[in-house]
């Protein structure tokens, strides 16, 4: 078989692509092989011995079908994590907005105690309210004894 580098290399070159993109058609082979300058490569091009080959495409269908998936939930069983739980989402992150609460207990007893805080707030609220309306009573009372006397 005769050695077709040189107008392969050429063909490449006039076709601006790879070598291993230039197709070269075995039934002209002895037709090609007296090419030996980019003129007769070109003119090989155009009666159609040597073609462009086209790219190879490398679906992404199905990565995308799969990331879907992912999104729905599915293919994150045990077999499929790397890395413990602490790794993949820190207990850190979770509790420590603002670096306040260190875990679940520190939480819950926070939650309580302002909770008290409130009721208590609440019930101190309300005895200043009916001690004021207490007073408010008395004084009213007074006023009318004192305009009932001077009434007389």
């Known amino acids: 078989m005769v ?28 037709e090609i092989s007296m090419a030996n300058s980019r003129d007769n490569v070109r003119s090989l091009i155009k009666n159609g011995f040597i073609i462009r080959k086209p790219e190879v495409v490398h ?19 045990h077999g499929n994590r790397l890395g413990t739980r602490e790794a993949r989402m820190p207990s850190k992150v979770l509790w420590a907005k603002g670096n306040i609460f260190k875990n679940k207990r520190t939480l819950i007893e926070y939650i309580v ?3 008290t805080e409130k009721l208590r707030e609440k ?23 004192a305009l009932a006397k001077h009434v007389y």
């Open 3 to 30: 050695s077709l580098t040189l107008q392969k290399r050429l063909a490449a070159s006039i076709l601006k692509c790879g070598k291993g993109r230039v197709w070269i058609d075995p039934n002209e082979i002895s």
């Open 59 to 77: 679906s992404r269908f199905r990565a995308r079908q799969h990331h879907a998936a992912k999104l729905l939930g599915r293919h994150r069983g």
């Open 123 to 145: 019930q101190i609220n309300d005895q200043a309210q009916a001690r004021r309306l207490k007073n408010r009573n008395l004084k009213e009372r007074r006023t009318t004894k």
């Open 113 to 115: 105690r302002s909770k």
